[in-house]
């Protein structure tokens, strides 16, 4: 088999997962480390966007990285780089030579450099900035002189813009003649001559516009300027809210400095919504595949012990029925269906609230009309789910108080998990308090209470 053959994956590998990494070429690449065959693992490597190359790097052990890579650094893009998981990226920056660090920065747009450097410790960020050209430097410097997660971290200061008052012609002159021009950009910035962005217009519509034509009358309808200081969630609210490609970025006196373009806005968006999910699974979020054990262990532990007492305050309210339960045993039989459906009725309205408030939906406007909803929707399944429970209690211990009791307690559990599904999110928002990070032991908690309170409450009054 040749090493292309380990590039082409099968049609039924294509139908299952067309862009997933092929494991054989996994497996060709570190055979060519375990025999020392550079040409093979250039050969194997070079064809591959730098993504597939990072996936590579993420995907094996630390020890055969640090040989792959000690082995191919005769070029190493810059590219792989910023695709690389920051753990992973910092380990291997650590290896790689000082000429081929500076080769593989070399060809980086700034926000990319940012996005590198800014992760690094101090010394690891002067050998880098050091083997930048003077420009170059400054403008990461700068960049980095901006707030952490600000749009001026995002950004890139390699920009494309002319004159309001030029034609297309004189445009279409000025970008052949550049000496240099971004590698992609997808709009020329119109401004005045302060320097003030007045309008985006597309590549598009210069080529297809005659040279005669104002650019200013071919600007775009929609056009946000971004301030420097902006939060990037903001940021990526924006691009996602007004389908925006690129948009030009101003200091505090509405000035040029830089532009956002839609792959960095994404990019946020999607680091956003994974920390949102850990954050509602009580993980840290930094979480990687390539932490430590120890340190994966207490990336969790922390909400771990925050389950433990909120279990704890429930297990003292099962305590003040403790004599009910031993005078009837079908009850403890039964409390953990109470839970369950109490626990996941409360996520599913706790997932939902969150990702409306993450997403501007959900408003003080419209939250009590939300949580009305909500409410209405956990007394529907309530006695759905009620009854069913109530049918299935009667049939199986044959006690048709009994399956009143926990119908009647599933509703309140399912009221109450509605409830606090929405109501805790939403009050701890407005407290500062981030609801995707807090939210999920409140909202189990209040469950939890209420739901064994309420079904054993109703047994010693109705049953004993």
Known sequence: ???????????????????????????????????????????????????????????????????LVLLYDRKFDGEILSELDE???????????????????????????????????????KAILGQLEVADRVAVEKSLSYPEFSAGRLMQRETVFVPQHWAVGETIDFLRHADELPEQFYHVILVDPRLHPVANV???????????????????????????????????????????????????????????????AMAVLDEEHEEDILRLAGVSDDFSLSDTIFVAARGRATWLFVNLLTALMASMVIDLFSETINQMVALA??????????????????????????????TAQNALRVIGRE???????????????????????????LAVVIGSAMVLTQLAAAFGGIAIPIALDRTGIDPALASGPLVTTVTDIVGFFAFLSLAASILL
């Open 333 to 362: 039989v039964l409390m953990p269906i109470v839970a369950s459906m109490g626990g996941n009725a409360g996520t599913q309205t706790m997932t939902v609230t969150v990702r409306a408030m993450a997403t501007k939906d959900l």
């Open 1 to 67: 088999m040749t090493d292309l053959d380990h590039q082409i994956p099968c049609e039924k590998e294509q139908e299952e997962g067309a862009y997933s990494l092929d494991q054989r070429l996994v497996a060709a690449a570190l055979d060519a480390v375990d025999v020392g065959d550079r040409q093979r693992l250039i050969n194997l490597m070079d064809p591959l966007h730098a993504a597939d190359i990072a996936d590579i790097l993420e995907q094996i052990n630390s020890f055969d990285r640090r040989r």
């Open 87 to 125: 753990a992973i990226r910092e380990e291997i920056i650590s290896v790689l030579t000082t000429d081929v660090l500076a080769g593989a920065f070399r060809d980086l747009e700034s926000d990319d450099i940012v996005d590198i450097v800014e992760d690094l410790d101090e010394p690891q960020q």
């Open 375 to 401: 409410i209405s929707v956990g007394a529907v399944n309530g006695l759905l789910f009620g009854l069913i429970t109530a049918l299935v209690t009667g049939f199986w211990f044959g006690a048709p108080m």
């Open 202 to 264: 597309t590549l598009g519509k210069i080529m297809s516009s005659h040279r005669n034509t104002l650019m200013a009358q071919l600007a775009e309808d929609v056009f946000e300027v971004i301030p420097v200081i902006q939060d990037e969630a903001e940021v990526a609210y924006a691009f996602n809210q007004y389908h925006l490609i690129s948009a030009p970025v101003v200091d505090s006196d509405g000035r040029l400095v830089g532009v956002i373009t839609i792959d960095d």
